[in-house]
């Protein structure tokens, strides 16, 4: 993941999509894995052990990863290999620290054969930087309980402002897709907010990227695109639930990484690849 700080009003712009491809991939990696970096107890982390058990074939082949790799920043590895009935049905297994604890967790979307996808959270079990505990799961949601059902993530950031972040992701983004906000609390994973009417992948598609973030003053906000991948949608997250309000229309599909930074009189300025008419530029308030 990568966070870059824009301008003097600070904002960040949390971009899902790694620049990982200029890495080289550690042997045993998902061919299109990307390496996700970590500021405190972790180093790396990576999706390895390829399989083709699934075979939903949601994200451009029908290849998931059988185990999450992590590395420790005093450079020991781990590796957590799930059991023949999961898969990790992602390409980026996202080092964060949820809590501001300076300790990292991992997240990542889990998928069952018989039930569909869930979100999970994994960290180092024990001693942090030795890795002698190795990698456990902390947490995970419920799965969506339907096989060939999938998430995917939108965002991880403070969208309250209770200096807790939240996990946002779209539930089913290819058939009428729900936005959740997710946090950690005491070891379990609590679903803070949800509202219909979201999309941020398209099936068969390779990028998962189609959101951005932008960190504002006290509270994060949320960039994605509605269920037609055309018009996009500015999402708070409040006391009250998920606010959110349409900023425009593209004149075609979302399908590429959306990327923010501030414009004149602190408006945010969206770059949206789309379908058929190249990189469109958004503006939406800040607040
Ligand atoms: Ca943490
Ligand atoms: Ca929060």
Redesign the pocket.
């Known amino acids: 993941m990568r966070f870059s700080r824009l301008g003097a009003a600070a904002f960040a712009v949390f971009a899902l999509q790694a620049s990982a491809f200029a890495d080289q991939l550690p042997e045993g990696a998902l061919p299109d894995a990307a390496i996700s970096r970590g500021k405190n107890n972790l180093k790396k982390a990576w999706l390895a052990r390829p399989t083709t058990r699934y075979g939903h074939g949601i994200l451009g082949d029908a290849i998931e990863a059988g185990s999450l790799v992590a590395v420790t920043s005093c450079g020991h590895k781990m590796e957590f290999i799930l059991d023949k009935d999961l898969v990790f049905e992602d390409r980026q297994a996202r080092i964060v620290d949820l809590e501001g604890d300076h300790y990292d967790e991992v997240v990542v979307v889990e998928s069952s054969l018989d039930h569909g996808a869930a979100l999970s959270v994994y960290g180092p079990k024990g001693a942090t930087c030795s890795a002698a505990g190795g990698l456990t799961r902390i947490a995970r949601t419920p799965f969506i309980g339907t096989r060939n059902r999938w998430l995917n993530p939108a965002g991880i950031a403070?969208?309250?402002?209770?200096?807790?972040?939240?996990i946002a992701i779209v539930v089913t983004p290819h058939i009428g897709g729900t936005l959740q906000f997710w946090?950690l609390r005491e070891g379990r994973l609590v679903l803070k907010a949800k509202k219909f009417g979201f999309s941020n992948h398209a099936i068969g598609s390779r990028e998962q990227g189609l959101s951005a973030t932008v960190d504002g003053a006290g509270h994060s906000l949320l960039f994605l695109p509605g269920v037609d991948r055309r018009s996009i949608f500015r999402v708070k997250l409040t006391l009250e639930g998920i606010k959110s309000h349409q900023i425009g229309t593209l004149p075609s599909e979302a399908a590429g990484q959306i990327t923010a930074k501030t414009g004149s009189g602190g408006k945010v300025v969206l770059s949206v690849p789309t379908q058929a008419h190249g990189v469109v530029e958004l503006t939406g308030a800040a607040n």
């Open positions: 403070d969208y309250d402002g209770d200096g807790i972040k939240e946090a």
